[in-house]
């Protein structure tokens, strides 16, 4: 399999979940490259897995000193980046969900902070070390388009994600760079365990399984193959869109 060989890769929240899958599946395509986290465990066990092509580097995406660090280890140890994949998002540690009535400044800025504002310079930094013609994969969520309860400023920092997408690709059409997202729905991630008390887990994981159309969760692989996509010259003719991962529940369910 080597639909990347060889493409260097950068993978911000690799070492877990979405992620990591992304990363496997990279690395069964022939990429190497860096995955980035602040969890040392998860980076040592995930970097492990992956083998000799890859390094793990421990960066907070919020940080932007952080974030050029991460450009320039990659640059030293791998040369120009190929893909650009800027994962790391979701739930904020010590941050709550809730309605609007109920999220106040500090986990609002937060939220914007992580799932937005990291994302805008994950690829700023980035770029001055990218190769043209490179692609950018961006990670939105169906919850920009369905009204989750609670969801609303997660929902909207995820829309304005998708939005990046686009205008990245028009900005950046003299370099050849293109830029993607994918949208996942629920995906089987250690994000459950975060919210769910261990002995509902299955419970709260069959119910959603039960209303998406598909019939089951997603499983990072899933998003790791669309990536894979995504990453090769098989999308070539792509720039600005969206791909919906997500079992259904967008277009199908009721």
Avoid: C
């Avoid at 260097?8 to 690395?27: M, P």
């Avoid at 043209?132 to 909207?156: E, K, P, Q």
């Avoid at 159309?213 to 070539?236: C, E, M, W, Y």
């Amino acid at each position: 399999m080597s639909k990347l060989k060889n493409k260097v890769a950068i993978i911000t929240g690799g070492n877990s979940g979405i992620g990591f899958g992304i990363a496997e599946a990279f690395k069964n395509e022939g990429a190497k490259g860096v995955i980035v986290g602040r969890n040392q465990g998860t980076l040592d066990s995930s970097v492990a897995q992956l083998g000799a092509n890859f390094i793990a580097v421990n960066a907070d995406v919020t940080n932007l000193a952080d974030l050029e660090r991460v450009f320039k280890v990659t640059s030293e140890k791998f040369g120009k980046i190929d893909v650009i994949v800027a994962n790391a998002g979701g739930a904020v540690t010590g941050a709550a969900f809730g309605t609007v009535a109920e999220i106040g400044e500090a986990d609002f800025d937060k939220t914007i902070d992580l799932n937005l504002k990291s994302v805008y310079f994950t690829i700023h930094k980035g770029l001055p070390y990218m190769n043209d013609g490179g692609s950018i994969i961006l990670i939105g969520s169906n919850a920009a388009h369905r009204a989750y309860t609670s969801f609303s400023l997660y929902g909207a920092t995820k829309a304005a994600v998708i939005h990046f997408a686009k205008g990245f690709s028009n900005d950046l059409l003299d370099r050849r760079i293109r830029a993607n997202v994918i949208s996942p729905g629920t995906t089987d991630t250690p994000v459950f365990d975060k919210f769910v008390p261990a002995e509902q887990l299955e419970a709260v994981k069959n119910y959603w399984a039960g209303v998406m159309p598909i019939g089951r969760i997603g499983q990072p692989s899933d998003i790791g193959k669309t990536a894979v996509f995504l990453a090769s010259d098989d999308s070539s003719f792509m720039l600005g869109a969206e791909l919906l991962v997500d079992g259904g529940m967008t277009y199908l369910s009721k």
